[in-house]
């Protein structure tokens, strides 16, 4: 990232957009002042498939959001792309093994991606997820972290006083949602739940 991008980032996994945009709280994200970042896998698996439950409410708001939001290209996502294509040639064992590949894909993304980022690039990143491997897929990371549930994402929101209402309308979605965990990375030293 180029220095004048230093600015804190947002990444959301693919449950955390499927609830807000159930909840129609999408919003909220562009309310955390941090630069938006949706890696390739996790903007698939969100809006990909149009018959998915919303689908289109997420690629709605991106497409309000425009330059907002920058859809980072990994390799992880190269990869899938490669399998789909071998696998729509006929090529069976890519098949198989896109199947496989396509589990967790988007955590695993949104890893590289953070993988990628110099502790110089970024203040802080933020990521919303409901998948209980994010924790551990992100402990190693290089850059000061706060990972965070979709429920502790909307009580920050309600703390700061920007919808009231929020956590109300996320519970009625009828999504499992974690307990609002709140986890700090600070690159180098030991990790901390808070």
Known sequence: MPPETRDPIIIADAGPLIR?????????????????VLVDRVEDAVCGDPSKPFASEVADWLSRMQDAVIRAPTLEGL???????????????AAERLKKALRRSGERAIREYVEMIEPSDVETAL?????????????????PMVLMTTRAFVREVIDR????????????????????IRTVIEAGFENSAL
């Open 161 to 180: 006083g920007y919808n009231g209402d929020a956590l109300q309308a996320l519970e009625s979605t009828g999504y499992h949602l974690k307990p609002p």
């Open 20 to 36: 807000l945009a159930a909840a129609d709280l999408l919003e909220a994200i562009r309310l955390t002042n941090r630069q938006i």
């Open 79 to 93: 990869a899938i792309a490669t399998l789909r294509q071998q696998s729509a040639q006929g090529n069976a064992a």
């Open 127 to 143: 990521v919303l997820y409901e998948d209980g491997a994010v924790p551990n897929l992100m402990s190693a990371a290089n850059v």
